[in-house]
């Protein structure tokens, strides 16, 4: 069995990059996670090969997103029902398979738009059923009092991938072509597997009376049902909404306002990330300091400020200034929202409770994506960024008076209707 070294729970430790399990499956995560940016590359390279029309190559995206939309809930019911462990493992190990027939077919020169679309929504099916799962082990692995900083180094993960991602993809497409990209994805989940396998939890799943549907709905109510979990996912959603109207515009200021060339886009993407590290080692200063809700709107209000100052900069090295702001206020929001949330589940609803919380985040970032689009459409993208600046300090501060963080959780989740057991 891997164990950590020192308790997760201990008031000395710093980081929980300190403890040896939880830095062992970062890495692997983050290779995991590059792998996968990876692959959506080469997947949309791979189709513009096979053809050129636009509704086929959009297709691409299309079957890696659905999954997450569809089967959110599902997989946050299986993390709950299903030994955690195993259904990691096994997720992985599926992707990896998967991955490895496109290295292999792609390679051979077999590669069909049929095959291509049906494995990478296999691969992402994988990967949704895994997602809640890992979520809800992540405070098994840290204990409460790191769960914030280990969420913000979650968020970096991501980050760092999407942006590294996509550019070691160009060059093995360039040295080995896709096939090579698809295996080197498929390579990436060796890692994952082997630390979840000498890994075992101590948490029991439940056994849920009723079938699937059940179990899912028991789950949803009781978040809606409980107002110390309500209020925060409420809280994901309505800053989501807000938060992406940079993410949706930030192209366009590169090009339009500052005039970058690709590696300097690069460098501004990367000044997200960096904003993002800074936030994760910053946060525990912050809790010590402030309550959550205060936490909450300084981290809002750092976002907005850069937010403004990226939409009317005019040289690169003060837009990337500007994201290194945007991107720690977006982390630490997000992340002291989810730590409050996710310490307040139940053991035996964490994967339901984080799927939850996952749907709401990318309902937020999905409509507000549209809806800033149109409105910079009208009004200019300064002026909509400048908007969303204002609206986001707006609803931080509202969202604190009408969505409080304080109040305790109900101390047990199986109590609904005596439908959740141990099983034993």
Known sequence: ???????????????????????????AGLVSNIGTFMHLVAAGWTMTTLSRSPTLV????????VPGFLLAMHAGAFADMADRRKLIIGSQVAALVVAAV?????????????????????????????????????????????????????????????????????????????????????????????????????????????????????????????????HPVLRLAAMSTVGAALTAMLPLVARGRLHVSPGG???????????????VWLMPRARSMLR???????????????????????????????LLLAGAGAVGTLTMLFATYTLRLDTRMRGRGSAVAMLMVWLGASVGAVLWGVLASGLGVRSALVAA????????????????????????????????????
Request: hydrophobic share 55%; net charge neutral; aromatic share 6%.
């Open 102 to 230: 496109l290295g292999v077919v792609q390679i051979t020169g077999q590669m069909s738009i049929a095959l291509l679309l049906t494995c990478t929504f296999i691969e992402s099916v994988a990967l949704t059923l895994a997602a809640p799962a890992f979520m809800a082990l992540t405070p098994e692995l840290v204990g409460p009092h790191l769960l914030g900083q280990a969420l913000g180094l979650d968020a970096v993960s991501r980050n760092a991938a999407q942006a590294v991602g996509p550019a070691l993809a160009g060059g093995v497409i360039a040295a080995a072509g896709p096939g090579g990209v698809f295996l080197l994805n498929a390579a990436s989940f060796v890692g994952v597997v082997a630390v979840v396998n000498g890994y075992h939890s101590s948490a029991r799943p439940t056994a849920a009376v009723g079938g699937i549907g059940t179990t899912i709905r028991l789950g949803v109510r009781y978040v809606a049902g409980d107002v110390s979990l309500r």
């Open 1 to 27: 069995m891997v164990t950590s070294a020192l308790d997760p729970d201990s008031p000395q430790r710093t980081s929980p990059l300190r403890i040896r399990l939880y830095r062992s499956l970062w890495i």
């Open 58 to 65: 959009s297709l691409v995206q299309a079957m890696w997103a």
């Open 389 to 424: 600046a204002v609206a986001n300090v707006v609803v931080a501060g509202a969202s604190w008076r009408l969505f409080p963080l304080g109040g305790a959780p109900r101390s047990q989740a199986g109590s609904e209707d005596g439908a959740l057991e141990p099983v034993g």
């Open 292 to 322: 959550p809700d205060g936490a909450v709107l300084a981290a809002a209000v750092v976002w907005s400020i850069g937010t403004v100052l990226f939409a009317t900069s005019t040289r690169l090295w003060v837009g990337f200034a500007a």
């Open 265 to 279: 886009f690069g460098m501004l993407s990367a000044g997200v990330g960096l904003g993002a590290v800074a936030a």
